[in-house]
């Protein structure tokens, strides 16, 4: 490829074939890196009337579910102040890791045609699922600025901050969890439903359809050990970016929140590339086996 | 003149699993059948190829050519011994390149191509003459699911005789095709070959070995059983002596 550095002959080196692989590789092929993001989202709408506007519709109306359902059947509202803000927040970022996750874990055996005869880094898959994520991640942040913005929101720049660490967690997290269980599922195709049944418990361990104030409340001491949940964290500085300014800043569900939750964010973050690379070594080590047996 | 392909001791074990589920494989082992076998699909091969060469692969189905070929390209690493090549390789694997079948054919070509390296400007330049050679007319705009294997032959080996590589595989892709496109790969590789490139050709047809290739390389089981000279190679491997009715009936195929 470009990069290759010829030697003394003024040729391009011997070497071993399709040595650019890796995150590393997947950085330097963006122009492949891009066709297969834009060809997954196009695939979504395709034979749509809508078109993209799906991609708005879906988590509308999975909102308006939760908002009604467990809002008024369950009464929250008049515990927690916006609830939906409080709730959609959550949900977007959790949303980013699921699908992350989930689609990701699948995304090679999805792609199989091209994995058992073209010459190119894996992780390519996993990592475009990541992006594809996080594209429809916008529509649902519009809802979100929207709906903040209305309910008497302010942003300052320390929201944007806490909106970007969210997101962070979450893609690194999820990007780890798809490249280990991306490889894992070739083997055993058990591992894309555990995968399942993992994302339908990520919902319930996260404060959003609880607020962090009651767990605060019902766990006293151990609540800091809730925390130790990089994805409840996510949700914490979600609801930092959009539902705390909206709510009034003596109201208690606010003075609940979690002292030092960007640093503990930065923190995660840190910790979640780590484990980036440890996926990263992991999934190098499975992938010679995984063309053969796909 | 400078190596191309180096292949040192190349062995790639492959696994036969006879059963898949826990279940299964609980009741094989419960009466102590074997649940799995291992064999070596490529054993043992070493070889150099200089640049410029163009190679004729042989040998029965299931001896191994394609293994070698996905070893080379860096589809697969082999287990032991080690594989290197020199510049960019591009080609047809085991009668097809791979396309996703939900996609039409132009959204294959233009993501079999960047798989293969090309950049977006390139894609662009050469896409008039891709589309050309692979002649598909309308169904070019069709998903790939409906086409022919002839059809997907086409569309893979126009994309791949498209890149500037260095070294071009060529993995049965002429039995699929009809007379006029055998014809006309078999004039594009005439002129890879002239070009200096380094050709790589796996064909069941003698003929178009001796008069494609300048040294043969035939594959017993994995094992590299003959390395040289390609009508010695068709002797060796008993083609030119087989009962003129086998091959009546093999050439009226
Ligand atoms: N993924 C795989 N898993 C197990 N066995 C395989 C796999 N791919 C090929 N084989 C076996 O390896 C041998 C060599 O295959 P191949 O290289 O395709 O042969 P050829 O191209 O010479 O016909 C065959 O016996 C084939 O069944
Ligand atoms: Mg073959």
Redesign the interface.
């Known amino acids: 490829?470009?990069a290759v550095v010829p030697d003394e002959?003024g040729?391009?080196?011997?070497?071993?074939?399709?040595?650019e692989n890796g995150l590393i590789g997947v950085v330097r092929?963006r122009?492949?890196l891009k066709?297969?993001v834009t060809?997954e989202i196009s695939?979504r709408y395709q034979g749509t009337f809508l078109g993209l506007i799906w991609s708005y519709i879906n988590p509308l109306t999975q909102f308006c579910i939760y908002y009604f359902v467990v809002g008024f059947i369950f009464n929250l509202h008049a515990e927690i102040p916006n609830f939906a803000i409080h709730l959609f927040a959550g949900l977007t970022v959790v949303h980013f890791f699921t699908e992350t996750f989930g689609a990701g874990t699948r995304s090679i055996v999805r792609?199989r045609?091209?994995?058992?005869?073209?010459?190119?880094p894996r992780e390519m898959f996993p990592v475009a699922t990541m992006l594809v994520s996080l594209y429809h991640v916008v529509p649902q942040l519009v809802i979100l600025t929207i709906a903040s913005l209305l309910s008497g929101w302010t942003p300052e720049p320390v929201d944007f901050v806490a909106l970007l660490l969210g997101l962070l967690i979450c893609g690194t997290l999820g990007l780890a969890g798809a490249l280990f269980f991306s490889a894992a599922n070739v083997f055993f195709r058990d591992f894309g439903n555990i995968v399942s049944v993992f994302n339908n418990f990520v919902r319930w361990g996260v404060p959003m359809m609880y607020s962090y104030e009651m767990v605060d409340d019902r766990f006293g001491r151990f609540a800091q050990y809730y925390l130790y949940n990089p994805l409840a964290d996510a949700v914490l500085l979600f609801q930092r970016a959009f539902w705390v300014g909206t709510v009034d800043p003596g109201h208690k569900s606010v003075a609940a929140m979690p002292d030092h939750l960007l640093l503990n964010g930065a923190i995660i973050v840190g910790v979640s590339l780590l484990i980036l690379c440890v996926a990263q070594f992991v999934f190098s080590r499975l992938e010679?086996k995984i063309?053969?047996r796909l | 003149m400078?190596?191309s392909i180096?292949v040192e001791n190349a062995t790639k074990y492959?696994t036969l699993r006879y059963h898949r589920t826990f279940k299964e494989v609980a009741v094989a082992k419960a009466k102590g059948r074997p649940t799995s076998e291992t064999f070596k699909a490529v054993d043992d091969v070493s070889f150099t190829v200089e640049q410029g060469e163009s190679i004729g692969i042989m040998g029965l189905n299931g001896s191994g050519k394609s293994t070698l070929l996905?070893?080379?390209?860096?589809?697969?690493?082999p287990d032991e011994g080690?594989?290197?090549?020199?510049?960019?390789?591009a080609g047809l694997?085991?009668t097809?390149?791979?396309?996703?079948?939900?996609?039409t054919g132009r959204?294959n070509l233009?993501?079999?191509a960047?798989?293969?390296?090309m950049?977006?400007a390139e894609i662009k330049r050469k896409l008039d003459d891709i589309v050309e050679f692979a002649e598909l007319g309308h169904t070019l705009d069709g998903p790939v699911g409906h086409y022919s294997s002839g059809q997907k032959a086409r569309l893979g080996f126009a994309i791949a005789i498209h890149v500037d590589s260095?070294i071009f595989l060529a993995d049965e892709v002429l039995a699929v095709g009809d007379k006029p496109f055998r014809v006309k790969c078999m004039k594009k590789m005439r002129q890879i070959r002239k070009s200096g490139r380094t050709l790589f050709y796996v064909s069941h047809s003698p003929d178009s070995v001796i008069k494609m290739c300048n040294r043969v390389l035939v594959l017993e089981k994995g094992r590299l059983g003959f390395d040289g000279d390609p009508t010695e190679a068709v002797h060796y491997l008993r083609y030119d002596e087989g009962d003129d009715l086998d091959d009546e009936i093999a050439n009226d195929i």
């Open positions: 490829m470009s002959s040729l391009p080196p011997l070497r071993p074939p399709a040595s092929r122009y492949l066709l297969l060809r695939a792609n045609a091209l994995v058992v005869k073209m010459a190119m010679n063309p053969e | 400078a190596t180096v492959f996905k070893m080379i390209n860096g589809v697969m690493k080690s594989i290197l090549t020199r510049g960019r390789i694997i085991a097809g390149a791979g396309f996703h079948n939900q996609l959204e233009y993501l079999n960047a798989i293969l390296g950049t977006e260095d």
